[in-house]
T-cell receptor, first 110, second 114 residues
Framework: RKEVEQDPGPFNVPEGATVAFNCTYS??????FFWYRQDCRKEPKLLMS???SGNEDGRFTAQLNRASQYISLLIRDSKLSDSATYLC???????????FGTGTRLKVLA | DTGVSQNPRHKITKRGQNVTFRCDPI?????LYWYRQTLGQGPEFLTY????????KSRLLSDRFSAERPKGSFSTLEIQRTEQGDSAMYLC????????????FGEGSRLTVL
């Protein structure tokens, strides 16, 4: 079983739609969580950290459920520019090794 | 440009040859990471350094792979006796010492093994 699992998609949604991605992690000792965005043929870039209480940044909301060991990302009012791959990233306690999921591809359609 | 710099950006080599990639991290960043990414997959952890110390290396990494960061600044990743399965994008990232912060990635070095 992979340490971090994501549905690879692709998710094809119309502009203005709300879309949600989930990610599960296997190591209960994981301590920090992030969502990264990767555009085609580009390097990954941090989208947002995920806090225990959940957090929001504009149209983006991240949630963490430690009991079920999953993380979610909600994108509201999707824009064409949101089309990208969204990578779930987990950092395990006692190490600075960041583990990436396979990524979920999002395509926002006009 | 004060971001993470990687070179060469592209490398085409024949099977069995050795290749070396270089990464120059953001100057004040103590941690440096190497990842490998293939099409449709997320970045796969290879190794990381804190200053010059290599603190962790993936069990998936064969003995043909070696990484160094001799003075705690730039790093090199060498692949010996390349195989076609080594074809991938090799990504370097750096992060500051304090906290569990953001990884800043370079643009990557794309390796094609013929």
């Amino acid at each position: 079983r992979k340490e971090v699992e994501q549905d690879p998609g692709p998710f094809n949604v119309p502009e203005g739609a709300t879309v949600a991605f989930n990610c599960t992690y296997s190591n209960s000792a994981s301590q920090s969580f992030f969502w990264y965005r990767q555009d085609c043929r580009k390097e990954p870039k941090l989208l947002m950290s995920v806090y225990s209480s959940g957090n929001e940044d504009g149209r983006f909301t991240a949630q963490l459920n430690r009991a079920s060991q999953y993380i979610s990302l909600l994108i509201r009012d999707s824009k064409l520019s949101d089309s990208a791959t969204y990578l779930c990233v987990v950092l395990t306690s006692g190490t600075y090794k960041y583990i990436f999921g396979t990524g979920t591809r999002l395509k926002v359609l006009a | 440009d004060t971001g993470v710099s990687q070179n060469p950006r592209h490398k085409i080599t024949k099977r069995g040859q050795n290749v070396t990639f270089r990464c120059d991290p953001i100057s004040e960043h103590n941690r440096l990471y190497w990842y490998r990414q293939t099409l449709g997959q997320g970045p796969e952890f290879l190794t990381y350094f804190q200053n010059e110390a290599q603190l962790e290396k993936s069990r998936l990494l064969s003995d043909r792979f070696s990484a160094e960061r001799p003075k705690g600044s730039f790093s090199t990743l060498e692949i010996q006796r390349t195989e076609q399965g080594d074809s991938a994008m090799y990504l370097c990232a750096s992060s500051p010492l304090r906290g569990f912060g953001e990884l800043f990635f370079g643009e990557g070095s794309r390796l094609t093994v013929l």
